[in-house]
């Protein structure tokens, strides 16, 4: 089933790393590098990114 | 007096029932050779059982009759191979069946050999009593029937399907006004807005609201869909996935999907001729007799 309310976080990318706790963070500063690291980590995790806002990705697999 | 032309036509009819309900639809299940081959076969043995029971039951035969009657059970075993085999195929299809699919085609193939079983000794039935002529007609007869009992509903009739576009706001991807899923890579969410299409389903009755709501009924609206129109995905873009969510407060459904054929109007096809799937079937209708 792809519905479902189960999630894992697997990692976050964000601006600031002050803003992640208890999860392996990226910190990128730059707003395209961080889409980049993205992007790269949800291919090799295969998770799909959100943006929480605020300068923070996360890689979740659903 | 023997029963070789009851036999004969019972054995006939039944196997041209289980010819024609084999007919493969636009849902392509089952299109292999070795489906086709087994379900004969077992066809075959269906129409047996149904033809030779009459004759047994006019000769007094009260052995043979108990016998067959042990051979019918089997046919419930029809049911669990459906489901184990769609069931094992489930880990590696990109848009799974889900549950309530695989248990509602595992159903119909066992009931098809009933029906088979019931056109034969229909059939068989008119032949002991008047002849050739009455037992073709009463196995027709027996095969409109039963057939049309056993017709599924599709969704068209009680849901409105109409295609619908595909926007972001911010992160969030909508169709029309439905939320459906937030896309954090601007990849994404250009590949979607430029290769993905969108519909909206409108329940018209309070029934089918909760048709929709059914998790098992919105999945396999996803799978004939990505069957039918192809899908951009692999296992490593899960964004990609085809989703049906609902809008609480309304009960309609906005579907979601990137498909390999961009035609949004195959897409509200399909979905138009998803069949309602009995164990997702609202029962709100209910609530007057309460």
Known sequence: MEVTFSGIILCAVTDDGAKIQAIPAFVVRDEAARQEKARLLSRILKGAVHDLGDGVLIVVRH | ??????????????????????????????TYPHGYASHLFLGIIAALVGAVSVPALIEREWTAVTFFVVVAQQFREIRSMERDSLKALEETQLVARGADYIESIARVFEARYYIVILVAA?????????????????????????????????????????????????AGLYVDDIFIMNVGLEESRQ?????????????????????????GQRQAILHDAAGILGIKKDVDTPEYTPMATRHIPTGRVGVFMVPEERDPQLLVQVIRRTPVLESARGRSMYRRSM
């Open chain 2, 1 to 30: 007096m023997g029963h070789g032309r009851s036999i004969g036509l019972g054995l006939l009819m039944g196997v041209l029932a289980r010819i024609i309900l084999l007919r493969s639809d636009y849902r392509q299940y089952p």
């Open chain 2, 191 to 215: 590949t979607i807005v430029r290769y993905g299409i969108g519909a909206i389903l409108i329940p018209k009755t309070e029934t089918a609201r909760d048709t929709l709501a059914n998790l």
């Open chain 2, 122 to 170: 229909s059939a068989a039935y008119g032949t002991e009593r008047g002849g050739v002529l009455l037992g073709i007609v009463l196995g027709v007869l027996a095969f409109a029937g039963s057939a049309s009992v056993i017709k599924q509903e599709p969704l068209w009739m009680s849901v409105e399907v109409k295609p619908a576009k595909l926007s972001f706001k911010g």
